[in-house]
Nanobody, 126 residues
Framework: QVQLVDAGGGLVQAGGSLRLSCAASGRTFNNYAMGWFRQAPGKEREFVAGIASGGRTYYVDSVKGRFTISRDNAKNTVYLQMNSLKPEDTAVYYC????????????????????WGQGTQVTVSS
């Protein structure tokens, strides 16, 4: 059974940094894309950043220049480095994995992903 375990959330002051991680286990993944989503209280879950199987990345405008997504294929792990955090970044962050065929494609929709982590809370105080 596939499991995604995301971790690294916490409480940080505005302007601070956090690094989230998401480790996939349960089987061997040969070709997959991963994404980070977030859900703030009372809002829908939204796409934040994605990384294609080939390493191409994409970010939502609100985090460009502040967040960096990366992956370690040997460890089946994806990271989200979050710098210059703002109170509006406060949310539960979820990682997601999609087994893919297209090497350079990044997937933006929730329904496109096959597996999800349990979520990790990020709280940014002003």
């Amino acid at each position: 059974q596939v499991q995604l375990v995301d971790a690294g959330g916490g409480l940080v002051q505005a302007g601070g940094s956090l690094r989230l991680s998401c480790a996939a286990s349960g089987r061997t993944f040969n070709n997959y894309a991963m994404g980070w989503f977030r859900q703030a209280p009372g809002k829908e879950r939204e796409f934040v950043a994605g990384i294609a199987s080939g390493g191409r990345t994409y970010y939502v405008d609100s985090v460009k220049g502040r967040f960096t997504i990366s992956r370690d294929n040997a460890k089946n792990t994806v990271y989200l480095q979050m710098n210059s955090l703002k109170p509006e970044d406060t949310a539960v962050y979820y990682c997601a994995l999609k087994e893919v065929v297209y090497y350079y494609t990044i997937y933006l929709g929730l329904k496109e992903y096959d597996y999800w982590g349990q979520g990790t809370q990020v709280t940014v105080s002003s």
